[in-house]
């Protein structure tokens, strides 16, 4: 059992940044591949970022390459998503997300543990 809390949600200017962090809790170990995914309102949920176990593999939806960074810190069981130039359509609820699985998915139902999730608002 894996509990994910993320923190670091509010509101920013567009082209401003904010960082994400996700601490993990419980049986918590380096196996654990991280992934942060969105959901805004009316839409499904969207694959954002995910990282490997080791830190070294990290994966990005094309809408956000260049522009948001995703990391982990296994000693402080934390991953985070430094997000930078966001725009009005990064506005979403951003949950982080756990999986034991060797390969990074896009789709939400592989993954084994969820935060509760925080809000982002990026305003025009």
């Known amino acids: 059992q894996v509990q994910l809390v993320e923190s670091g949600g509010g509101f920013v200017q567009a082209g401003g940044s904010q960082r994400l962090s996700c601490a993990a809790s419980?049986?918590?170990?380096?196996?654990?591949?991280m992934a942060w995914f969105r959901q805004a309102p009316g839409k499904e949920r969207e694959f954002v970022a995910a990282?490997?176990?080791?830190?070294?593999?990290?994966y990005y939806v094309d809408s956000v390459k260049g522009r948001f960074t995703i990391s982990r810190d296994n000693a402080k069981n934390a991953v985070y998503l430094q997000m930078e130039s966001l725009k009005p359509e990064d506005t979403a609820v951003y949950y982080c997300?756990?999986?034991?699985?060797?390969?990074?998915?896009?789709?939400?139902?592989?993954?084994?543990?969820w935060g509760q999730g925080t809000q982002v608002t990026v305003s025009s």
């Open positions: 997300a756990a999986t034991s699985r060797l390969y990074y998915s896009r789709n939400n139902r592989d993954y084994d543990y």
């Open positions: 419980g049986r918590t170990n380096s196996n654990y591949l």
């Open positions: 990282i490997s176990q080791s830190g070294r593999g990290t």
